[in-house]
């Protein structure tokens, strides 16, 4: 983001100064410095919106979803520094239990680290309802039927290819209770999971745009497995 908004900015900046101060070839070189520098500037502002806002909205969004009796087993895939995560825990009580998994990758969100997300647990102080394990999406090694909610944000698209995408979704379709929900966001249309949670048997309540939300790209798909 900061990458984005600087060489954004000081393209602008060069673009403005070389257009006004220049003439000919050079004067239509800084307009066109201009119009490209735009696109890592709205990019950089998209970015520091969801940042400072659009990530709340999102997750205070996704948690008020759910109607909470407090004794629910919650999974997070994706965790990262327990945006969700802690959220969730939040909302339990006396039997509630929350899960967190990753696998912590450091190209995909700064500072992500299983020792940062437990250093964010404490200080949220809800170490006694939350517990963090290292475990791919695709490949949970939970039983099935074990969550009453499972959430998942900006997760399943740092899979690269869409068989693994599709295997994610069919883990946290496997892993979810009768009875129980999920909600999963990620910044590209989720209409493909929306289609692997039908096939898995899943009902699909909605696949759509939140962008008013999240001040920016961001898709959520929710959906409930019914009871046999
Ligand atoms: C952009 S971060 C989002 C973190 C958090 N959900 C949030 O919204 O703040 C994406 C997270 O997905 C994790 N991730 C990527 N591929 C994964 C996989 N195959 N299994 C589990 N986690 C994965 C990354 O390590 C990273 O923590």
Known sequence: MLTMLSAGCA???????IAANLSGWLHV?????LLLSAIPTTLGIIMLLYGLLGKLRTRDFMVSSISWRGDERVLDVGTGLGLLL??????????GNAVGIDIWRKEDLSN??????????ELEGVE?????????????SFPAASFDVVFSL?????IEEDEGQKRACQEIARVLKPGGRLLVGDYLPTHAYASAFQECGLTVLYSRSFFLTALGPMWIVSAEKPYI
């Open 128 to 140: 006694n309802r939350i517990s963090i394990r290292t475990e791919d999406a695709r490949s949970l």
């Open 112 to 121: 992500n680290s299983l020792d940062q997300l437990a250093a964010n647990i």
């Open 154 to 158: 900006f997760c399943i698209h740092n």
């Open 11 to 17: 393209g602008l900046l060069a673009g403005c100064g």
């Open 29 to 33: 070189a800084g307009l066109l410095l």
């Open 86 to 95: 802690i959220a969730a825990a939040k909302r339990l009580g006396k039997g």
